[in-house]
């Protein structure tokens, strides 16, 4: 079930526009702070990436 529901939500997150071209792009932000060695920025921007997901999925859930 855990599968199935994950799989649903990326589902959704993928479908809206531009949502692909923002997580590519938070993607690179995340790739280059850890190539650079940069923990924080690292952290920071992976925090974002979290905070982008968790606000998608609460709106999706509110609104269906």
Known sequence: YLFYSIRENLSQLYERPGNI???LQQHEVIF???RS???RQAFEAMQ???DFVLDFL???QATG
């Open 21 to 23: 071209e923002s997580i």
């Open 32 to 34: 280059e702070a850890i």
């Open 37 to 39: 060695h940069d923990p």
């Open 48 to 50: 974002r990436h979290i």
């Open 58 to 60: 609460a709106d999706f």
